[in-house]
């Protein structure tokens, strides 16, 4: 039995799911191969550190709440079925950016303390739009944000670029930054560079 | 008589039946909840997940060809409502630049224990958070929900070569936060 073969199947083992016949293919590897009953003990810790964690129960009541609201909510958006078309759907971000523009066009004529901010959620909303329906793309939320600056400079410029103001942003915030900072899409090998250096530790965001 | 099975709700939806939709609901909805609720350690947001995910379903559902089977279907919509989610918190975190991880200083006076339970329990959520989105949603759903493999890779529409590899790695993960969190710790 290969080594990694065995890493692979000890937090099944650990938690008693594998079949008689591979528990005690592994128990028996186990009993050989120090490092490996070395790392099933650290397995074996993690997961009773995670049984301690018990997630609070929901609300008294919750579950016979549930129904009534979505159905409350489902003949709500029936009425705004509109916002739901295909076209909007699929533009929506190239809509967005021109949202971003024509919100930083209108911040220089207005007050810095009006409402009209971009906040975070206007950001996020966009951000996460962008990567809807890509699976585990959720690394690249945060550098697609990144992806316009080079890469050494990320935290510095973001940092530099994008002070955060309250929950807003204001216009000289994002003077420079262009709208690819928020927009401009990654390619796959870029993706996989960046989650690379994120996952050595290189590059922290 | 016998419970409908989810083949047979779906059909008498499709043909107008709306309470058929409801026993769905009634039928899923802790599942739902829970595996939201393993993605955002939060009821709130556990709360906007369900919701959005059976509004999803109720109009998805017209359309519904049983193809992967209800629960396996349900079970997708919810891991990616959750990792939605998830991601714009992280966006929104990714902005909060002066935010650092802390220990937060509880200032009550609650025993030591009870302190330290919770610091830990915070530290295993954010453990878990911190992982890479495949790794959390396989370890989510084998930990947590008990799926075989065959069917996390339908749910996740992924192969089932290197679950395994994805499940362990998320173990290792957690534990090198741990340690590395507990070294840290003032
Ligand atoms: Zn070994």
């Known amino acids: ?205 | 008589m016998s419970p409908s099975s989810d083949v047979e709700l779906i059909q008498r939806f499709q043909q107008g039946e709306e309470a058929a939709f409801n026993e769905l609901v009634r039928r899923y909805q802790e599942k739902v909840y829970w595996l939201a609720r393993r993605f955002v350690n939060d009821h709130d947001n556990a709360d906007d997940i369900v919701q959005d995910v059976f509004i999803k379903a109720y109009d998805a559902l017209k359309n519904f060809r049983n193809e992967s089977g209800f629960y396996t279907w349900i079970y997708r919509i919810t891991v990616n409502a959750s990792l939605n989610a998830v991601r714009r918190e992280r966006v929104r975190n990714f902005f909060r630049i002066d935010e650092q991880f802390e220990y937060e200083d509880t200032g009550t006076e609650s025993p030591t224990e009870k302190v330290e339970l919770q610091e830990q329990r915070a530290l295993i959520e954010k453990a878990i958070e911190t992982l890479p989105e495949k790794q959390k949603a396989v370890f989510i759903l084998r930990y947590y929900d008990e799926l075989p493999y065959e069917e996390i890779a339908n749910i996740l529409k992924t192969s089932v070569g290197g679950l395994k590899a994805n499940y362990f790695h998320a173990v290792q993960k957690i534990g090198e936060y741990l340690k590395r969190a507990n070294a840290t710790r003032p």
């Open chain 1, 1 to 205: 039995m290969q080594t990694q073969h065995v890493h692979n199947l000890l937090p099944d083992f650990v938690n008693k799911t594998l079949d008689n016949a591979l528990h005690h293919e592994v128990s028996e590897h186990l009993d050989a191969c120090p490092e490996c009953r070395a790392e099933a003990e650290r397995v074996g810790e993690v997961f009773r550190s995670i049984q301690s964690l018990q997630f609070e129960q929901p609300p008294v009541g919750y579950f016979s709440n549930v129904l009534p609201r979505i159905r409350e909510r489902a003949e709500h958006d029936e009425r705004f079925a509109w916002l739901k078309n295909p076209l909007l759907v699929k533009f929506a971000a190239p809509l967005a950016a021109v949202f971003v523009l024509v919100s930083l066009a209108n911040l220089v004529s207005f007050d810095q303390s009006s409402e009209e901010y971009i906040t975070y959620d206007d950001v996020a909303d966009v951000l996460v739009r962008q990567t809807e329906g890509q699976p585990f793309a959720n690394d690249q939320v945060e550098l697609f944000a990144a992806s316009a600056l080079p890469e050494e400079t990320v935290e510095h410029q973001i940092t530099g670029l994008l002070v955060a103001n309250g929950d807003t942003f204001s216009f000289d915030d994002l003077a420079g930054t262009s709208t690819d900072l928020l927009l401009e899409n990654l390619s796959e090998q870029e993706v996989e560079a960046l989650l690379q250096r994120l996952e050595e530790g290189s590059l922290s965001l």
